[in-house]
């Protein structure tokens, strides 16, 4: 709950630091004045999609934004201080094993996509944004400007991402994602 609260500041911050209004930043998302409030006052935890919207208007990377949210740069990361979002609508878990800090550019995530679970995101929070994806456990089909790939454990998908991408599971699925 804390790191809600966290986050949700550092959403209207970034917001109130660029001048919008919730109908400009509404605009620029594609989310409703009255969504965008509940999260900025914390009162909801963003869904997956809302938050890569909002990623998406602000023009940074959602372990970006996240990231942000932290308070300092350490050079080792144990896995009991490390940053977990869960999409309250999905059950979707991201934890970020090494966040993008100065100075250095790469994010390396750890994600959890349960059985029957999908995510769609409209648009890259940034033009061009590599991808390295591996698939550590069950099956995940992922689709990136409308081609479609089948992944299994051990599995390997590089990609840039200009435009719109969607994972979904059959079966649940455990992946490492490397973005810089």
Same mark, same amino acid.
């Given at each position: 709950? %804390?790191n809600?609260?966290?986050? $949700?500041?550092?959403? #209207?911050?970034?917001?109130?630091?660029?001048? /919008?209004?919730?109908?400009?930043?509404? #605009?620029?998302?594609?989310?409703?004045? +009255?969504? *965008?409030?509940?999260?900025?006052?914390?009162?909801?935890?963003?869904?997956? !999609?809302?938050?890569?919207?909002?990623? +998406?208007?602000?023009?940074?990377?959602?372990? !970006?934004?996240?990231?942000?949210?932290?308070?300092?740069? %350490?050079?080792?990361?144990?896995? $009991? !201080?490390? +940053?977990? /979002?869960?999409d309250?609508?999905?059950?979707?878990? =991201?934890?970020?094993?090494?966040?993008?800090?100065?100075?250095?550019?790469?994010? *390396?995530? *750890?994600?959890?996509?349960? +059985?029957?679970?999908?995510?769609?995101?409209?648009?890259?929070?940034?033009?061009?944004?590599?991808?390295?994806?591996?698939?550590?456990?069950? @099956?995940?089909?992922?689709?990136?400007?409308?081609? %479609?790939? #089948?992944?299994?454990?051990?599995?390997?998908? =590089?990609? @840039?991402? /200009?435009?719109?991408?969607?994972f979904?599971?059959?079966?649940?699925?455990?992946?490492? *994602?490397?973005?810089?």
């Amino acid at each position: 709950m %804390q790191n809600d609260l966290h986050l $949700a500041r550092h959403l #209207a911050s970034m917001r109130a630091e660029r001048g /919008w209004t919730l109908a400009q930043l509404a #605009a620029q998302s594609g989310l409703s004045r +009255a969504t *965008l409030s509940r999260i900025e006052n914390a009162e909801v935890s963003p869904t997956t !999609q809302a938050l890569g919207q909002l990623c +998406a208007a602000f023009g940074l990377s959602m372990s !970006q934004v996240l990231a942000m949210v932290e308070h300092s740069f %350490q050079p080792v990361i144990p896995p $009991a !201080q490390r +940053a977990r /979002w869960t999409d309250p609508q999905t059950g979707f878990t =991201r934890t970020v094993v090494s966040n993008a800090a100065a100075p250095l550019r790469g994010e *390396l995530l *750890l994600c959890t996509l349960p +059985a029957d679970a999908s995510l769609s995101y409209d648009t890259p929070p940034r033009p061009g944004l590599e991808h390295h994806l591996l698939v550590n456990s069950g @099956q995940l089909t992922v689709t990136v400007d409308g081609t %479609q790939y #089948a992944l299994r454990p051990g599995d390997c998908l =590089r990609y @840039q991402l /200009w435009g719109q991408t969607r994972f979904h599971s059959p079966t649940g699925a455990e992946y490492l *994602l490397f973005l810089t």
